[in-house]
């Protein structure tokens, strides 16, 4: 759990948020700073942005975390405690800083680079003295809106290294320095001088030009930055929620709470109270904290916490968990277990501590520069070099050289990813799939497993009417339809699940004449037990079997093995009479939904075997089971033994996805190598997951998969072409036969290539 100053010295866990890191390579740093300092063990997400110390033996808990805070910015980088999950305002994170400034320098940096652009590329609008207006707008693109780009490079200096960063501010700071050096001392600032240049010119010692005649180079130098940042920011934004999960797991509990004082009810917030408290609950109210039942009878609706469908009774004696829901009778409840030592607490911690252990992914344009970055710097000193030493001027020798740098400007590298992960993400969205990042595409590569949660995943979630048996068949004396319509018409008159799936079934068998449900008089619900009333005059009677026993109605013998069947299927059976009379048996269940099968069968075909995973009863997760096509079943789980489920499959050797829409199923979504949630769902599993299909129809699920290894697909597609784009045209820079303006027509013409790459994902169906 995160640790705060004063109560760190308690635990031997402190969570940090860091800001500033630009790849993963900075996470490494920093994680490796950190193990540096005795008795400490660090683990850096860049993903999540956050670092994860432990340590043991810590006499001074408030300077251990000012140390470690000092040891981070010591690196290059900031930390912090991380803002607490409930607070609704988190904008004061690393990260969230991190996004805001990155807009702003993002939209600066577009609007002054526009002009420049405009002015280098079309003659026409060209006036007098713009290239010195295009110094004055060039100057704060390249230098205020890139510093991130130029911040990192000096860091990665400063350790030794180098990376695309690097790449980014030579090529822009040379571009620029360049441009600067051709306006002050040659013609370039001349009100005749016009931006003109040819795909023939010849190398400067060849052709005889003079530095009278040298190109400015603004364009290029603003046109990188900005484009830099337009893929930075989107990449950044992807993970601006980090906290969202457990702001929203929190957030599902009660804010305030009816108090018991001194037989007085008081309505307090819910920080008031205390363990022992008794607290009222009302029929369609949340259950304030964990507790236990001291007076009245209910249904209450567990299915956000457990997964069970079918409401649970309680009465006098029962423990109920804080957050779920009361449908029906009213319950005074005494609290057991109260904050932090909550159930919902403690599956708000199972949700962080599964995020804080994903595997931290590199980022494959990374790993290709970080070979390819060093050989450009030294291909560019050795140009400088070689130029020098066959004698050519030294303007020469440094237009080659800054024609190297910025032809291998990896501009096409830093976009391979963000636009295709835009295009794709945009076409997943547009049909109801929703990619939170990078990270993401990573993971769905290998998945061989999938994980199903059952109740709202590959079943409907709401009760519906399966089946309807009528008492004639025993002698009773009512049809079918007319038992269902007096059955709706008493249950007409409550709110329980149960109650709404028989009132909709007969309203549904009513047709045309929907609505037209008799009203009941003097209706009665028997907490726990049932309902009763009078219906067109007929005293009718709806509940479990006590309930008939209680008012003297005789139930045939087959009952009992009627019940056993239908519970042993995951249905919740009840019985009706009519005047005293046993009069039928209405069988109320959540069933599966048409797709699902189809569904199944995709996922299978795309090489992972199915789990289905519930907290129901055996029998109803094995009836859905058989029914979509599923032989590995997982029942009666509870939240962290779903984790476990997943963890037990991990260490098969299996690669997890993790489908699920409860709250039950975040710390499961998150653990898993790919989290993917039902956007019919709660907002703890979408934000816990790392894919949302909107429609709630389990064959999304096959197509976020199909797309995600497409947008996958391309992105390796993109890094080839860019990276094989710099291998051939760097030689050509070298050997003077680019100038610095056709090197920078080059490498815009490379990143138009990736980005039209990127957009054939808009056909993906």
Request: charged fraction near 20%; include cysteine.
């Amino acid at each position: 759990m995160t640790q705060t100053r004063s109560s760190a010295a308690e635990a031997e866990r402190v969570e940090l948020a860091i800001g500033g890191m630009t790849c993963a390579a900075c996470a490494n740093r920093v994680e490796k700073k950190l193990n540096k300092l005795d008795g400490v063990t660090a683990s850096v997400n860049y993903a999540t942005e956050k670092a994860w110390v432990s340590a043991t033996d810590i006499a001074n808990p408030g300077k251990f975390v000012d140390q470690l805070i000092s040891t981070v910015e010591k690196t290059g980088y900031t930390a912090q405690l991380p803002p607490d999950p409930e607070d609704d305002d988190a904008a004061t994170s690393p990260g969230a800083k991190d996004l805001r400034s990155l807009r702003i320098r993002l939209i600066i940096a577009g609007v002054l680079t526009v002009p420049v652009v405009l002015w280098a590329m079309v003659p026409v609008t060209q006036f007098d003295y713009w290239t010195w207006v295009s110094l004055a707008l060039s100057v704060p693109v390249v230098l205020w809106a890139g510093w991130p780009f130029h911040r990192a490079a000096v860091l990665n200096a400063r350790h030794g290294t180098a990376t695309m960063d690097t790449l980014i501010s030579l090529g822009t700071l040379a571009a620029l320095g360049w441009s600067l050096y051709a306006l002050v001392f040659g013609h370039a600032g001349d009100p005749a001088m016009r931006h003109e240049f040819s795909l023939f010119d010849q190398p400067y010692w060849l052709s005889g030009h003079s530095m009278g005649s040298a190109n400015v180079y603004f364009e290029v130098a603003t046109a990188v930055t900005t484009f830099l940042l337009l893929g930075r920011y989107f990449e950044k934004r992807s993970k601006a929620s980090a906290g969202a999960a457990l702001r929203s797991l929190l957030n599902l509990g009660a804010k305030d709470v009816t108090v018991l004082k001194s037989g007085r009810e008081l309505r307090l917030p819910i920080k008031e109270l205390s363990v022992d408290d008794e607290f009222v609950v009302r029929p369609g109210e949340k259950i304030a904290t964990d507790g236990t039942v001291i007076s009245g009878a209910s249904a209450v609706d567990m299915s956000m916490l457990t997964g069970e469908s079918v409401p649970v009774e309680v009465a006098e004696g029962d423990a109920v968990i804080g957050a779920t829901i009361n449908t029906s009778g009213r319950l005074v409840v005494r609290a057991s277990r109260i904050g932090a030592d909550t159930q919902l607490a403690q599956m708000a911690t199972l949700v962080e501590q599964a995020q804080s252990g994903k595997a931290e992914v590199q980022r494959l344009a990374d790993r290709i520069s970080g070979i390819f970055v060093p050989i450009v710097l030294i291909i560019t000193v050795i140009t400088l070099g070689l130029w020098l030493l066959l004698g050519a001027p030294a303007e020469a020798a440094f237009t080659a050289a800054v024609a190297v740098l910025i032809i291998a400007c990896p501009c096409a590298l830093g976009l391979a990813t963000p636009t295709a992960l835009l295009v794709g993400t945009g076409r997943g969205a547009q049909q109801g799939i929703l990619i939170k990042g990078p990270e993401v595409l990573e993971s769905s590569r290998g998945i061989d497993a999938v994980v199903l949660d059952k109740t709202g995943t590959v079943t409907t979630g709401v009760m519906q009417v399966t089946s309807l048996l009528s008492a004639r068949q025993w002698g009773g004396g009512y049809e079918e339809p007319e038992l269902l319509r007096l059955a709706g018409g008493l249950e007409s008159a409550s709110e329980h699940p149960v109650a709404r799936a028989i009132t909709n079934a007969a309203r549904e068998s009513l047709g045309s004449r929907r609505g037209t449900l008799p009203q009941p008089e003097g209706f009665r619900n028997h907490e726990g037990r049932g309902v009763s009333g009078t219906v067109e005059g007929h005293q009718v009677l709806i509940g479990r079997r006590h309930l008939m026993g209680a008012h003297g109605v005789v139930l045939p013998e087959q009952v009992d093995d009627l019940i056993a069947r239908a519970e042993a299927r995951g249905s919740t059976a009840v019985l009706v009479a009519v005047d005293g009379e046993f009069a039928g048996i209405i069988t109320v269940s959540d069933t599966v939904k048409e797709t699902s099968a189809e569904a199944v069968a995709q996922l299978k075909q795309l090489g992972m075997e199915p789990v289905l995973l519930t907290g129901d009863n055996q029998g109803a997760a094995q009836r859905v089971a058989d029914e979509v096509g599923i032989q590995q079943v997982i029942a009666e789980a509870l939240p962290e033994e779903k984790v476990a489920a997943v963890q037990q499959l991990q260490a098969q050797g299996k690669t997890v996805a993790m489908v699920g829409d409860g709250v039950n199923d975040a710390a499961a979504l998150a653990r898993a190598e790919l989290g993917i949630a039902m956007g019919t769902g709660t907002d703890v599993a979408i934000d816990a997951a790392d894919i949302t299909v909107i429609r709630g129809d389990l064959r999304s699920v096959a197509d976020a998969v199909r797309l995600s290894r497409r947008t996958l697909r391309t992105i390796r597609e993109n890094l080839f072409w860019a990276f094989l784009y710099n291998t051939a045209a760097i030689p050509l820079a070298a050997a003077g036969l680019l100038n610095p303006m056709l090197a920078g027509a080059a490498m815009v013409l490379s990143s138009l290539s990736v980005v039209a790459n990127s957009l054939r994902l808009r056909r993906f169906r």
